[in-house]
């Protein structure tokens, strides 16, 4: 290339220029300069320029070169990515045209399932699941580097940019990249496996848990699809110990400032307060309605089977082992959680499994505790292990 030929032709006249010295010397008797006056003025700093031309040079060339090479692999995976949406075939451009026509604004294409989310609903699936938005907004979500396809206009869109109406996406790959609902509500067709925001698995064990009083559920039904907040944890807690009606016996008192919620809430938080269950997000806040995460509400549970933080694990970090060793998750729905979200439908997955786990001291199980405590009977306990799955 050009940079060789420029470094090169530096460094002949460098090697032209330092060999002529002698003849610009003279002669001993005569000289026209001295020697090390002219290595000193010329050839020292020649030698230092050329070095730093060429350096120069060279770093500019690599620079160029990694340029052209990014470029190259850039254009390559977009010309992949625009083969793989064209193998998807003649079939689903043309029910995205229809899409984008507003054919599916009526009712679903078919094929396609229509579902209402709402804002923090993500859409993810398995490699080749697609979906598009008739109404509201969102935008693309992922880990780092992933992306997703846009059938409609071809191309891939990474994590960030807002979506349309309209558009068929589909997923290249199920690493948790989607689309993310950005407004109050939104109305998506989905196909191939796509999952639409958050699907209950585990009804059966909220049906169990409602039936032997350790779980209401809200004015809303069950709530399962949703994220549980510290003081819902809190409750849950408190009933696995037995102790909610000593709970509701007691009074509100906290250094709390933000208990605004209903009056026999602000009980369980104190009562979980005083008794060293719970702590606040601050000296003075206990975020009621911030959502509690796997490893909160894992730490409670250890609880009431008798293990202690600190001692028996560290509650956010080797509580998972422990919950694996002892049964309350396995490996695969530990991953879902890590996918999609901790939930309300996790909680009540969680506290079945715990009725059944035996207490940190060999004593029985929770279950056993719990019926020797009076808050259930073994008649109870039997109608609702036929429930669970």
Known sequence: MKYHR??????????????????????????????????TVFHTPLNAYVRTAADTLQATLSTKTEGIQAAAEDYARKRVAEAYAQLLGEAVLERASELMAGTAAQAPAAGMEQRTLKKGDRVTGPTGASVMFVSGAGKVVGPAGSEIINITAGGVRQPGPAIRTGILYMMAADDGSGIEVTSDTAVVLIRDGARAGYEPQYTACADALKLLGLFQGSNKGYELERCPSRVEALIMLLRLLG?????????????????????????????????????????TTFGPNRDSTLEQYLTFVLRALGYRD???????????????????????????????GFRRDHVVLISCRALGCSLQDGSGTLAQRLMAAGVLTADQLQAAEALMP
């Open 310 to 340: 600190g001692t028996d694990f560290v509650w956010n970090t080797t509580s998972r082992d422990l919950a694996l060793e002892l049964g309350l998750l396995t490996s695969g729905e530990l991953a879902a959680i890590g996918r999609d």
């Open 6 to 39: 420029i470094i090169a032709a530096v460094l002949a006249a460098a090697t032209l220029f330092t060999g002529a010295t002698a003849l610009a010397a003279g002669t001993a008797a005569d000289p026209l300069v001295t020697r090390s006056w002219l290595e």
């Open 243 to 283: 102790e909610e009606q000593a709970a509701l016996a007691g009074s509100s008192v906290t250094p709390f400032s933000d208990l605004t919620i209903w009056a026999d809430g602000q009980k369980y938080v104190a009562y979980g307060y005083r008794m060293h269950y719970t702590n606040g997000m601050s000296a």
